[in-house]
């Protein structure tokens, strides 16, 4: 028997579509959903589950940027064979991707006993989600916005990658909060901080669901809840994606801010009334 029916995996796959890219933590919202319908938070094949799944949300993003990760991964090509190529942005930050995924890799395999233990209750998901509340907050109403896309630098990938670590550790902080708000702290606009957070996302992510996905098919996740569950993710991400940065473009980072204050509240409402369990 599977440990997660094809329905849940139906409408897991949908949290995970909406929330991987939106800076509210889907680790934290599936992990809510999964307590309201009854699926232990902290079992093995569920974790395997809810890492399997991103994979189809990273596939949506590797669809969505097909073209610029082509004209990235070709200039890194190039760059490889011949040295005058090295010179271009587009080289260079395919290596910056690279150097600014080795910290979470790196976290992610030593910290693995906490990620799966201590660290996977609902209590960390409600004060995560509001102490990175407050982060979001403050970098949008201090970043300057003013860097672009081409203006990114190593330090830039270093630092927003490292910050990946933090959702890591501590989820309901979101791994795409931690990244925006890192990336405006540094004074890129909101259009380049949500793009430069999903190019980040991309190996860090995948390299999570391909590690578990063993591990969840032989703790009984099910092959059939787990395809399901990620075409669904890829389906509802794609079209995440697209509005997301339409709403960058536009709008602060206030209507997150509060609809994740608003989330942990009720989490902790909901934990201390006995609703969910931890």
Do not use: C
């Amino acid at each position: 028997m599977s440990a997660i029916s094809i329905g849940q995996a139906v409408v897991l796959g949908a949290v995970e579509g909406v929330t991987e890219f939106l800076p509210v933590s889907s680790t934290g919202h599936l992990k809510i959903v999964e307590g309201l319908m009854g699926i232990p938070v902290d079992d093995d094949a569920v974790i395997g589950f809810s890492a399997v799944i991103q994979v189809g949300a990273i596939a949506a993003v590797l669809v969505y940027f097909s073209k610029d990760i082509a004209r990235i991964v070709s200039a890194w090509g190039r760059g490889l064979r011949d040295r005058e190529e090295r010179y271009h942005h587009d080289y260079k930050f395919a290596w910056w991707v690279i150097f600014a995924t080795i910290p979470i890799v790196l976290v992610g395999l030593a910290a693995k006993p906490l990620i799966k233990g201590p660290l996977a209750s609902l209590w960390v998901v409600a004060g995560s989600l509001i102490v990175g509340s407050g982060v979001m907050w403050w970098a949008d109403r201090t970043g300057r916005h003013k860097r672009g896309e081409d203006d990114t630098s190593f330090k830039d990938a270093m630092l927003v990658g490292g910050s990946q670590i933090l959702a890591l550790l501590f989820p309901g902080f979101s791994r795409s909060g931690a990244t925006m708000s890192t990336a405006l702290m540094l004074d890129l606009d909101r259009v380049a901080a949500t793009r430069l957070s999903f190019f980040l996302g991309i190996p860090a992510l995948t390299g999570a669901g391909l590690y578990e996905l063993k591990d969840a098919l032989g703790t009984g996740a099910g092959a059939a809840p787990l395809a399901v569950g990620t075409l669904v993710s890829f389906v509802v991400a794609y079209a995440s994606i697209a509005w997301l940065l339409k709403f960058v473009a536009k709008h602060s980072f206030n209507a997150f801010v509060i609809y994740r204050i608003a989330v942990g509240v009720l989490l902790f409402g909901l934990l201390g009334a006995g609703v969910l369990h931890s």
